[in-house]
């Protein structure tokens, strides 16, 4: 038997440091690990940085807490309801850092970094201004254009991006930090792999036996696993396929709030500064709030059936 992985919530966030680079699992509205980054904001780190593909949510609370200094990325927008306000915002003052990139190239450069390569060839930016418009990086020290020794066509090359932690919110595990998750995982495989520290939450806690009677469903193996937290609705107010809906009142709310900075910041002193605890804020939204949410077990999501269908 390995040694567990298992910590506190608190434990997994003491190991963010101010300056830190930080990637995060999900995409769009579901499996971002919320419940963590509500905690980390709490503590009052700054000058982070963020390495993301599509944690949309992650990126906009961190500069809505005013704890975010750089941020390689590709594109964050709330489907359904429109721009990351504070994100956005803080781009244009100047008080984040941008570096933009496409999906794919954003997910190369993580991918370069998990595969101990010094660039990746790809086809995606070329000929676009993403390859020659300065960030905070030099142009060439991003991505450079590169005719290939065997056929001569001309590939970019992007060079590598190694984020501090990656942080990932997941299904369930055993306490070797073998981690499950179902339906749509993201580029989770390539953050992870990248990252020199890893937390995952989950939604459960199985036994080694219950993890082996399926082993590909295995997505991240426990050795690239350093600290494991059980945390249910631990993605809330996001959804996790399987186990619940996104919440959808409740990110309409922050929405709303965040049409200004002061109705961002109301927000976030009730919602995050007010609240003690990862279950202290799911008191709040009540039991039967969050149950309404569960999906149904055999489709993996919820499945409302329409008024006049017999049940």
């Excluded at 030099?138 to 254009?145: F, I, T």
């Excluded at 929405?255 to 279950?279: C, F, K, M, N």
């Amino acid at each position: 038997m390995g040694r567990s992985k298992l910590v506190s919530l608190d434990d997994a966030v003491a190991l963010v440091e101010d300056g830190m680079s930080i990637t995060a699992g999900g995409f769009a509205h579901s499996h971002q690990p919320m419940g963590f980054f509500r905690t980390l904001m709490r503590t009052g780190r700054k000058e982070l940085t963020i390495m993301g593909v599509a944690e949309c949510w992650v990126a906009e609370w961190l500069a809505a807490a005013g704890m975010l200094r750089r941020a390689y990325f590709s594109n964050f927008m709330f489907e359904g309801f429109g721009r990351c306000r504070r994100f956005s915002e803080g781009i244009e003052n100047g008080t984040i850092e941008a570096e933009d990139h496409s999906h794919f190239g954003m997910v190369m450069r993580l991918a370069a970094s998990g595969l101990g390569l010094p660039f990746m060839p790809m086809r995606s930016q070329a000929g676009t201004d993403i390859m020659n418009v300065a960030g905070f990086e030099h142009p060439a020290a991003k991505a450079q254009m590169f005719r290939s020794p065997f056929d001569g066509t001309v590939v970019s090359l992007v060079s590598p991006l190694k984020p501090d932690i990656a942080v990932i919110h997941a299904a369930r595990a055993d306490e070797l930090g073998n981690v499950e998750l179902y339906g749509t995982t993201s580029v989770i495989e390539e953050q992870v792999r990248a990252a020199a520290k890893v937390i995952v939450t989950v939604e459960e806690i199985v036994t080694t036996e219950e993890i082996r009677r399926n082993p590909q469903a295995t997505l991240i193996p426990g050795m690239m696993v350093d600290k494991l937290v059980h945390l249910p609705f631990g993605a809330f107010p996001l959804g996790v396929y399987g186990y619940y809906e996104y919440d959808g009142a409740a990110l309409a709310d922050y929405y709303e709030a965040s049409r200004t900075p002061e109705g961002t910041r109301v927000w976030l002193d009730t919602w995050v500064h007010g609240i003690a605890t990862h279950w202290d804020y799911l008191d709040a939204h009540g039991a039967s709030r969050l149950l309404a949410l569960r999906t149904d077990p055999h489709l993996g999501y919820r499945y409302d059936i329409p008024e006049g269908v017999a049940r």
